[in-house]
């Protein structure tokens, strides 16, 4: 699949957003974080700005942005439907519990009970996303349970270790957003991992002899293709990473999403004062990067049946 | 609405394309192309038609395959040309993924199709389309997908014999049949009991309306094909020719 960059920015940036903005909710709400104003502004400030970028990001790709509130209609049958939904009803109830955090101090009552409910739409909007591309029988690799699993760890993954930047600054919270961190990165790893092993073993059940319904004949093989030049669907669906440097690029992509974080926030629970602030400034900073390396695999390695009908031997 | 129709009428309009007498003419993808630039989903983008690198919107495409029987010799097999577009399924994901509901399927006939003022064009319908039959459109910013020449079949300008989609009427084989498969006693439904039609990328589970003809089997293949012994021929028979062999073979 051709790798967008407006996908892969508004995957990364909203799930990173939406990560944050539900672990900066839930650890205030137990009792974890103060609501302190400075935190208040500069973590709903960043999560929001996140969400916001990412879904304008998301519209870019449009043929026509000013239709795109037609997209909340169809939640009955479309995940992408869906998405916007939660998308769009995080927005007031984060909102809400931003203002009574921020401006009055306080986040419990309604305040608390709004932002439980933006917890509870931050998650399932993830999740939608994830769906949507789980959702699609056509493309093997994301056909299945672990396409929104991942995206649900490595939306917490993002989130936890933003938040652990975020209190290092403000000198809150004391080690528990990194212990989060310390938790979350190996298991977002492993996660990964298992999803990469699955879609290199799995083989997919659909050839170029069951997508032509020649199998039975013999072997097919492409012959002439329909025209010279690619078209829509070629240039959309056939773009396929070289296995060699897929290779490479999870190894990147494993650098520096979780590993590179990994030491980092063992720095900041070793360390303290401006070095672990420093360290844990660098670890959100790599995962960025190795989050949009794993964003453009996950696009550049999944391949699209309809590419049977254009030779590929599935 | 991208849900489906609760109560879809038995008609299911569709075509049916015999593998057996399609010679790979491409006229029904050009028929098509001059048709639907004028009709309901026009205009049918080009963009750089005459430069270095063409596109365009087509809602047919046909391909050339090769099928083979090593086992059998390495001259056994044929040549098929498969012209694929939209099969209209029953079971659309194009259809159901559409989040503004631009993306439709008729109760009345089970034509699939796009309503192009609704559509934000988000290429989701083409990502979840297995035959790969949706083409964008980068000038208007929509989607585009073959309407089984819906402001054809139902017009009633044309003579009754043009109301079918126009790469069937064009088609010089009479390869492509065009019907209501929902109906057994019709005679694209008679024509796929007696050949043994099929679907396409059956397993997939959208269940396609169109239906293929499968390519009747060759009389002369295999292992009873004897090529021309050229050193054979070279040796000449008679008497007289053989002396002439001699002679310049010196």
Same mark, same amino acid.
Request: charged share 15%; glycine share 10%; hydrophobic share 40%.
């Given at each position: 699949?051709?790798?967008?960059?407006?996908?892969?920015?508004?995957?990364?940036?909203?799930?990173?957003?939406?990560?944050?903005?539900?672990?900066?909710?839930?650890?205030?709400?137990?009792?974890?974080?103060?609501?302190?104003?400075?935190?208040?502004?500069?973590?709903?400030?960043?999560?929001?700005?996140?969400?916001?970028?990412?879904?304008?990001?998301?519209?870019?790709?449009?043929?026509?942005?000013?239709?795109?509130?037609?997209?909340?209609?169809?939640?009955?049958?479309?995940?992408?439907?869906?998405?916007?939904?939660?998308?769009?009803?995080?927005?007031?109830?984060?909102?809400?519990?931003?203002?009574?955090?921020?401006?009055?101090?306080?986040?419990?009552?309604?305040?608390?009970?709004?932002?439980?409910?933006?917890?509870?739409?931050?998650?399932?909007?993830?999740?939608?996303?994830?769906?949507?591309?789980?959702?699609?029988?056509?493309?093997?690799?994301?056909?299945?349970?672990?396409?929104?699993?991942?995206?649900?760890?490595?939306?917490?993954?993002?989130?936890?270790?933003?938040?652990? +930047?975020? @209190?290092?600054?403000?000198? %809150?919270? $004391?080690? /528990?957003? &990194?212990? *989060?961190?310390?938790? !979350?990165?190996? #298991?977002?790893?492993?996660?990964?991992?298992?999803?990469?092993?699955?879609?290199?073993?799995?083989?997919?059940?659909?050839?170029?002899?069951?997508?032509?319904?020649?199998?039975?004949?013999?072997?097919?093989?492409?012959?002439?293709?329909?025209?010279?030049?690619?078209?829509?669907?070629?240039?959309?669906?056939?773009?396929?990473?070289?296995?060699?440097?897929?290779?490479?690029?999870?190894?990147?992509?494993?650098?520096?999403?979780?590993?590179?974080?990994? +030491?980092? @926030?063992?720095?900041?629970? %070793?360390? $303290?004062? /401006?070095? &672990?602030? *420093?360290?844990?400034? !660098?670890?959100? #900073?790599?995962?960025?990067?190795?989050?949009?390396?794993?964003?453009?695999?996950?696009?550049?390695?999944?391949?699209?049946?309809?590419?049977?009908?254009?030779?590929?031997?599935? | 609405?991208?849900?489906?129709?609760?109560?879809?009428?038995?008609?299911?309009?569709?075509?049916?394309?015999?593998?057996?007498?399609?010679?790979?003419?491409?006229?029904?993808?050009?028929?098509?192309?001059?048709?639907?630039?004028?009709?309901?989903?026009?205009?049918?983008?080009?963009?750089?038609?005459?430069?270095?690198?063409?596109?365009?919107?087509?809602?047919?495409?046909?391909?050339?395959?090769?099928?083979?029987?090593?086992?059998?010799?390495?001259?056994?097999?044929?040549?098929?040309?498969?012209?694929?577009?939209?099969?209209?399924?029953?079971?659309?994901?194009?259809?159901?993924?559409?989040?503004?509901?631009?993306?439709?399927?008729?109760?009345?006939?089970?034509?699939?199709?796009?309503?192009?003022?609704?559509?934000?064009?988000?290429?989701?319908?083409?990502?979840?389309?297995?035959?790969?039959?949706?083409?964008?459109?980068?000038?208007?910013?929509?989607?585009?997908?073959?309407?089984?020449?819906?402001?054809?079949?139902?017009?009633?300008?044309?003579?009754?014999?043009?109301?079918?989609?126009?790469?069937?009427?064009?088609?010089?084989?009479?390869?492509?049949?065009?019907?209501?498969?929902?109906?057994?006693?019709?005679?694209?439904?008679?024509?796929?009991?007696?050949?043994?039609?099929?679907?396409?990328?059956?397993?997939?589970?959208?269940?396609?309306?169109?239906?293929?003809?499968?390519?009747?089997?060759?009389?002369?293949?295999?292992?009873?094909?004897?090529?021309?012994?050229?050193?054979?021929?070279?040796?000449?028979?008679?008497?007289?020719?053989?002396?002439?062999?001699?002679?310049?073979?010196?």
């Amino acid at each position: 699949m051709h790798p967008a960059l407006s996908v892969i920015i508004f995957t990364t940036a909203s799930g990173t957003g939406y990560g944050l903005l539900l672990l900066l909710i839930l650890l205030n709400i137990n009792g974890y974080l103060p609501a302190s104003r400075g935190l208040g502004i500069a973590g709903f400030g960043i999560s929001l700005t996140l969400i916001t970028v990412g879904l304008l990001a998301s519209t870019f790709h449009l043929g026509h942005p000013e239709r795109a509130w037609r997209a909340l209609s169809q939640w009955r049958s479309s995940w992408l439907s869906r998405e916007g939904v939660v998308a769009v009803a995080t927005y007031p109830v984060a909102l809400m519990f931003a203002i009574g955090w921020i401006f009055l101090g306080n986040t419990s009552g309604i305040w608390g009970l709004s932002g439980f409910a933006a917890v509870l739409l931050a998650g399932l909007t993830v999740a939608c996303t994830g769906m949507i591309y789980a959702s699609l029988k056509t493309i093997p690799q994301w056909n299945t349970s672990l396409t929104p699993i991942n995206y649900l760890a490595l939306a917490l993954t993002g989130g936890a270790v933003w938040l652990m +930047a975020l @209190t290092q600054l403000f000198g %809150l919270g $004391g080690n /528990l957003p &990194a212990l *989060l961190s310390v938790i !979350l990165l190996p #298991l977002a790893w492993a996660l990964k991992q298992s999803y990469w092993t699955l879609i290199d073993k799995v083989p997919s059940q659909h050839t170029i002899g069951s997508a032509t319904g020649l199998g039975a004949l013999g072997e097919v093989t492409l012959l002439e293709p329909p025209h010279t030049e690619p078209n829509f669907v070629q240039k959309e669906m056939g773009f396929k990473v070289a296995r060699r440097h897929a290779a490479k690029l999870r190894k990147t992509a494993v650098v520096l999403a979780f590993i590179l974080p990994l +030491a980092f @926030t063992v720095g900041v629970l %070793l360390t $303290g004062g /401006l070095l &672990a602030t *420093l360290l844990a400034l !660098l670890a959100a #900073l790599s995962l960025v990067a190795g989050l949009l390396t794993e964003r453009w695999l996950f696009f550049a390695e999944a391949t699209h049946v309809s590419m049977l009908y254009y030779g590929n031997k599935g | 609405m991208t849900m489906l129709p609760e109560n879809p009428s038995q008609k299911k309009l569709g075509l049916v394309i015999d593998l057996d007498t399609c010679v790979g003419c491409h006229a029904c993808a050009v028929s098509c192309k001059e048709w639907n630039s004028g009709g309901h989903a026009a205009p049918l983008p080009d963009t750089n038609p005459y430069g270095k690198d063409p596109d365009g919107v087509w809602f047919n495409r046909i391909h050339t395959y090769e099928v083979s029987q090593p086992e059998l010799g390495p001259t056994a097999g044929q040549t098929v040309h498969m012209p694929r577009s939209c099969l209209h399924c029953e079971s659309p994901e194009c259809v159901t993924v559409c989040p503004t509901g631009a993306s439709y399927k008729r109760a009345e006939d089970g034509i699939v199709l796009v309503d192009e003022d609704k559509c934000i064009g988000c290429k989701l319908c083409s990502w979840a389309c297995a035959y790969g039959a949706r083409e964008y459109d980068p000038d208007g910013g929509v989607m585009k997908k073959c309407t089984l020449c819906v402001d054809r079949i139902y017009n009633e300008n044309l003579s009754e014999s043009e109301r079918q989609p126009s790469c069937v009427t064009t088609c010089p084989a009479g390869a492509r049949h065009f019907g209501d498969l929902g109906d057994a006693e019709s005679e694209v439904s008679k024509l796929v009991d007696e050949r043994g039609g099929f679907d396409l990328m059956a397993e997939i589970g959208f269940k396609p309306t169109n239906k293929y003809l499968p390519p009747r089997p060759k009389t002369n293949s295999g292992s009873s094909y004897r090529p021309l012994n050229i050193d054979q021929q070279a040796t000449p028979d008679s008497r007289f020719l053989k002396w002439v062999d001699r002679l310049f073979s010196r």
